[in-house]
């Protein structure tokens, strides 16, 4: 199983990012894949989980409405756009199926 994330940048609040997650090992289009994020000093939280066919989703409280995850099952890509963006979403970000997960990439909002 190998997840690489990339998109992570230094925004402003109120700003946007697209994460994205390229999927590769494993069969893709028949799991259910989440997002999660961990900010300085604290533990894992999950963000977002998309089911299989990319019609189903659930998000934290902290994130819903701001951010929407997507899949694409084609080219074994998950995605999460983030809009709205505010400080506490500083954190790393991490693409996982189970308790696997990438090397994540930093999103940092700060003015």
């Known amino acids: 199983v190998q997840l690489v994330e990339s998109g992570g940048d230094l925004v402003q609040p109120g700003g946007s990012l697209r994460l994205s997650c390229a999927a590769s090992g494993f069969n893709f289009r028949t799991s259910a894949m989440n997002w999660a994020r961990q900010a300085p000093g604290k533990g894992l939280e999950w963000v977002s989980t998309?089911?299989?066919?990319?019609?189903?989703?659930l998000y934290s409280n902290s994130v819903k409405g701001r951010f929407t995850i997507s899949r694409d099952n084609a080219q074994n890509m998950l995605y999460l756009q983030m809009n709205n963006l505010k400080e506490e979403d500083t954190a790393v970000y991490y693409c996982r199926i189970g308790s696997t997960r990438g090397q994540g990439t930093q999103v940092t909002v700060a003015s």
């Open positions: 998309i089911s299989t066919d990319g019609t189903q989703s």
